[in-house]
């Protein structure tokens, strides 16, 4: 391959990556992760809002089992993870394992 070439087919890359990722959010709402079970390619952001007042934690594992995969402590308004492999994430809340879950499935770009 020529110079180039090559050099086009790294922007090429570059750029169909960056119009793919998306960033995709998750609502907290009445102690519930809206949607629980969220569908993301590659790639995408993972954005979750607290709308309410009271405190959560966005903790990766399953309840009451963190993985360390990521983790915001305390969530007043915003978190964001970006999610580079596929696969299956659980995750909960530390604050109430009980009834808040969720799980984000990362599916591959194509
Ligand atoms: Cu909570």
């Known amino acids: 391959m020529t110079r ?9 890359l570059l750029g ?3 119009s793919w990722a998306e960033t ?7 102690s519930t992760f809206i949607p629980a079970v969220l569908k993301v390619k590659k790639g995408d952001t993972i954005r979750w809002v607290n709308t309410e ?3 959560h934690t ?5 309840a009451p089992n963190p993985d360390k995969k990521f983790h915001a402590a305390y969530v007043k308004k915003e978190f964001e993870v970006t999610l580079d492999k596929e696969g299956f994430y659980d995750y909960f809340c530390e604050l109430h394992p009980a009834i808040m879950r969720g799980v984000v499935v990362v599916q591959p770009t194509h």
């Open 24 to 30: 995709v959010e998750v609502k907290i709402i009445k």
């Open 4 to 12: 180039a070439l090559f050099v086009t087919a790294i922007l090429l």
């Open 58 to 62: 966005v903790t990766s594992g399953k």
């Open 53 to 55: 007042e009271l405190l």
């Open 16 to 18: 169909s990556q960056a």
